[in-house]
């Protein structure tokens, strides 16, 4: 068996086991594969092995692999996005899921509306206030949800965050906790555009505690490629 299908019946075996012991449907996760710094061929291996969704982090590198990607998966573009690329990946990608401002809303949407086309994003939530990382402080959700609504060419489905890593994963597990918490009270939230679907989190480190606290949706690169390889 090839080394990355062997990984991602692991993963797949680790979903199943984290969904038995919180009573989920192993369905009902989503896994992508994040493919950044991959060769196609690879990625083309992974989609072979029944892969359906990929995430890249660069717009640069989506543009780089979109033909030479066989078997026609979702795209997720997973990484910070800057408003003067998004006219390169708004007829790519399935799903964004960084949507951290409103000046980045206004350009996908006048994109979207340009090819005629919705688009899906996630609100990226910067949940344990690192620096570090982008998004939305969990106390402008809801003014942030509000102004989004009006945007006629976007659809959020859900919400995304990045962790910061831990050699403890239990560490972790409350800013999970407080991200489902705040998925299940803006599902309440009655805007035409916004239907709390995905609740993307949790990576190699830490999908599986990721998931016993409510993701549905595991963005894992290391443990079904290997460890990455920048000097190439
Ligand atoms: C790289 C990356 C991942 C995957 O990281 P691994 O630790 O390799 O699983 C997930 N999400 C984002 C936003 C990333 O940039």
Redesign the pocket.
């Known amino acids: 068996m090839d080394i990355i299908e062997e990984n991602i019946n692991n993963v797949l075996e680790n979903i199943e086991n984290a969904c038995e012991k919180i009573n989920k449907n192993p369905d009902e996760i989503n896994l992508v594969a994040?493919t950044?710094t991959i060769e196609p061929e690879r990625i083309n291996t992974a989609l072979k092995t029944g892969i359906k969704n990929i995430?890249e982090?660069k717009v640069q590198e989506i543009m780089e692999k979109y033909d030479k990607i066989n078997y026609n998966p979702h795209w997720h573009l997973?990484?910070h996005l800057q408003t003067n690329k998004v006219k390169y990946i708004i007829d790519k990608v399935d799903l964004i899921?960084s949507l951290d401002s409103i000046r980045l809303a206004e350009e996908i949407n006048k994109r979207a509306k340009k090819i005629n086309r919705i688009m899906n994003v996630l609100i990226q939530i910067n949940i344990a206030d690192d620096e570090a990382k982008f998004g939305i402080s969990h106390n402008e959700i809801d003014g942030f949800i509000k102004e989004l609504s009006k945007f006629e060419n976007i659809k959020v489905e859900g919400l995304m965050t990045?962790v910061p890593y831990m050699d403890n994963k239990e560490k972790v597990r409350p800013y999970f906790r407080k991200m489902k918490e705040i998925f299940e009270d803006l599902k309440n939230c009655d805007y035409e555009n916004i239907n709390m679907k995905y609740l993307s989190m949790g990576?190699?480190?830490d999908y599986i505690v990721a998931i016993e606290e409510g993701a549905n949706m595991i963005?894992?690169?290391?443990?079904i490629f290997g460890e990455?390889d920048y000097s190439k």
């Open positions: 994040v950044k995430g982090n997973i990484g899921h990045i990576m190699t480190n963005r894992v690169g290391t443990a990455r």
